[in-house]
């Protein structure tokens, strides 16, 4: 089974990035295919790689980027809210002639095109709200 | 891109977050890529409906305005929450854009027809 | 196919009962779980995460007949389940 994720709410705000991220690992598990993950509002925060997670706490945006490495799922975030929240990659820090690029290179800036398609070309959408 | 039945499920009001705007401009896209779209407002959703709105005195877009132009996206099915609007003394009057006013069991049958929900 | 409905603020739960239909299934979540401390009157199977009971301290104050499940449950919910309608405030 095809499913995509939609990640809501902010990382320390809301449980949303945590609890899609065990349900995303655990549908990989379940031998399901993860075809996108769309971080969506405050979830585009999830993104960001200047974060200092505490040590005694588990580090979500950490979780995200291994999951991507491991199994090659698409970290999407949606460029438009990203933007206006500071989380900018590099061809956007250049674009908008910022300091510094804020967004992991793991996760892409995309359209909200591609979360229409990830409904498209899923058999399941499931959103984690903020 | 396959056609897939897709609702919106939009509770929250607007304004005291990017969350109403934000939603409805994945409602536009939805339209242009020539999805099956369905709107449903409830709970405090419904107060996206109200007429009268001006997003300018708080520095954002009016709801209303893109809830009104909508058709241009090929989104035609709007729906809103009856006992919503009972609940927040709205009447179909106080809305700025037509939408379909359903009971529980009309929402239950909107809801089991869907491939996706998008909650707003 | 009927639909699984997940709950993620227990303040959400009014919204969603009443569009609970034949077959559907809830789960609570997050800060829904606090719901599973009060009774329920649903019209489907009701499920909380493990987690997040255990997390609120919460494991040995449910009312309801809820069925506890880990994540693994929960993916196998969505297996059988469509639409996922998330509910939250």
Known sequence: ?130 | MRRKRILFLLTRAPYASARAVETLESVQVAGVFEQEVSVLFKGAGVYQLLEGQEGSAVGQRTVGKILSALPEYDVERIFVCGPSMQRFGIEEADLCVAAQRLDQAEQRDLLAGQDAVVTG | MAALHIVNKADALPDCLPLLADGDALLLIEDGVYAACADIDANAPCHALADDLEARGLMNRIVNAIEILSYDGFVELVERHRPVVTWSR
């Open chain 1, 1 to 130: 089974m095809v499913i995509s994720i939609a990640v809501h709410g902010a990382p320390y705000a809301s449980q949303a990035s945590r609890s899609a991220l065990r349900f995303a690992e655990c549908a990989l598990a379940r031998g399901h295919a993860v075809h996108r993950i769309f971080f969506y509002h405050e979830g585009v925060l999830a993104a960001g790689s200047h974060g200092v997670a505490p040590q005694d706490e588990e580090d979500v945006h950490a979780g995200w980027v291994s999951l991507q490495e491991s199994h090659g799922v698409e970290l999407a975030a949606c460029i438009a809210n990203s933007l206006k929240r500071g989380m900018l990659d590099a061809g956007e820090r250049d674009r908008y002639e910022k300091p510094s690029a804020t967004v992991h290179p793991r996760f892409t800036l995309v359209g909200l095109g591609q979360l229409v398609d990830a409904i498209a070309t899923s058999d399941r959408f499931v959103t984690f709200a903020a």
